[in-house]
């Protein structure tokens, strides 16, 4: 089983940034792909961007150029920079981590930017 906990959601202004941390715990296979959706209340969960255990990224284009996705291996933890926000990132941000056999999710954090 794997536990993933998500920190650094919250209030920001138009312009602003915000750093998201995802750490995971517990039997954490070797080879896996870490990622970062976000969902709005009567919309599906959308992918932003994931990074594989090699550091192979892929980014959502509506984010291409203000958000930055990273990983530390060591940590098990995972990273979204989000810079230059806008309103439309408002949303309930989760982490996924899956392989070849399991898929786990976070609780999601809340990012509200004003404008």
């Known amino acids: 089983q794997v536990q993933l906990v998500e920190s650094g959601g919250g209030l920001v202004q138009a312009g602003g940034s915000l750093r998201l941390s995802c750490a995971a715990s517990g039997s954490i296979a070797t080879k896996n792909t870490m990622g970062w959706y976000r969902q709005t209340p009567g919309k599906q969960r959308e992918l932003v961007a994931d990074?594989?255990?090699?550091?192979?990224?892929n980014i959502a284009d509506s984010v291409l150029g203000r958000f930055t996705i990273s990983r530390d291996n060591a940590k098990n933890t995972m990273y979204l920079q989000m810079d230059s926000l806008k309103p439309e990132d408002t949303a309930v941000y989760y982490c996924?981590?899956?392989?070849?056999?399991?898929?786990?999710w976070g609780q999601g954090t809340q990012v509200t930017v004003s404008s």
């Open positions: 990074i594989t255990s090699s550091g192979m990224t």
């Open positions: 996924l981590l899956y392989n070849d056999w399991n898929d786990y």
